[in-house]
């Protein structure tokens, strides 16, 4: 098999579907690792139609969590999409595989790109008629939004909440890993809503904001979740004063027992006790 050519080897693994051919060497490896995004997209497309007729009804989540799958190669799954039903397909899931390698304020590994086109933000919408649903902005208890808040990506994070992301899956660890982090900045993300954190989300309408407002004033809304105990507990053990204000002061959160003796420890070592 080594000596074969490079089309026979592609279509042989479009017959095998084998995820362990890639690696019998490295000829083999370099073949498919240069092969054409339209193989790609076949190879994903069959691993995940096997022999069934029709289309799984978690179609969209399975061809997602394939690395493979980038959006050039996406583009070419949803040419074969199209000669099949897929009008119930349910909406994806956020892949993890999206978020586990973006680096600290997100310069590199941005997933950004391919979330838009997800999405239908971008120009570059995907060719499909009906379109791809909106993948769920919550998958995995909040994977995607605690990630985008431990390396401090505000783009994302502003990306996410805007298409719904809630951050109290967890009881609420994207702020408690703000707070852990002392970024006051990204708690208040987090948990206030605003216009502009609005502008984006599909269940915010135009007729929400009178013509006759200052657009320049920023609207209070309800808060996406109410500060917790343990939230402000936890800043009070990182010693983030200025979350403890805002917790305290703004939020109305009022210590137990224990973390009130923990603050009045701590106030005493910073001699303002």
């Known amino acids: 098999m080594h000596v074969l050519p490079v089309e026979l080897l592609l279509q042989i693994q479009l017959e095998a579907l084998s995820h362990s051919l890639p690696h019998i060497s490295r000829r083999f490896y370099q073949v498919f690792k240069n092969a054409p995004n339209s193989f790609r997209a076949q190879y994903i497309f069959y691993r995940v139609l096997r022999d069934n007729d029709k289309l799984p009804r978690d179609f969209y989540t399975r061809i997602l969590r394939y690395p493979l799958c980038s959006l050039p190669v996406l583009r070419h799954v949803v040419r074969y999409i199209r000669k099949y039903d897929h009008t119930s397909l349910l909406p994806p899931e956020l892949p993890r595989r999206l978020f586990k390698n973006i680096k600290k304020g997100g310069k590199s590994d941005d997933p950004l790109p391919f979330l838009q086109v997800l999405y239908s933000d971008s120009p570059q919408k995907l060719d499909i008629d009906p379109p791809l649903p909106p993948p769920n902005p919550n998958s995995h208890s909040g994977y995607a939004l605690t990630k985008a808040v431990q390396t401090?990506?505000?783009?994302?994070?502003?990306?996410?909440?805007?298409?719904?992301?809630?951050?109290?899956?967890?009881?609420?660890?994207?702020?408690?890993?703000?707070?852990?982090?002392?970024?006051?900045?990204?708690?208040k993300r987090l948990i206030e809503r605003t216009d502009s954190a609005l502008s984006t989300s599909p269940t915010c309408s135009r007729s929400e904001t009178s013509p006759k407002e200052n657009p320049h004033k920023r609207r209070k809304h309800q808060d996406r979740l109410s500060p917790t105990k343990s939230m402000l507990t936890m800043a009070v053990k990182v010693g983030a004063q200025d979350i403890i204000e805002y917790l305290m002061n703004e939020k109305g959160v009022v210590p137990d027992i224990k973390t009130l003796h923990l603050l009045q420890v701590t106030n005493t070592g910073n001699g303002t006790g």
């Open 152 to 187: 401090s990506f505000v783009p994302l994070v502003d990306f996410l909440l805007s298409h719904g992301a809630q951050p109290s899956y967890k009881e609420g660890l994207s702020v408690l890993v703000a707070i852990r982090q002392k970024d006051l900045g990204m708690v």
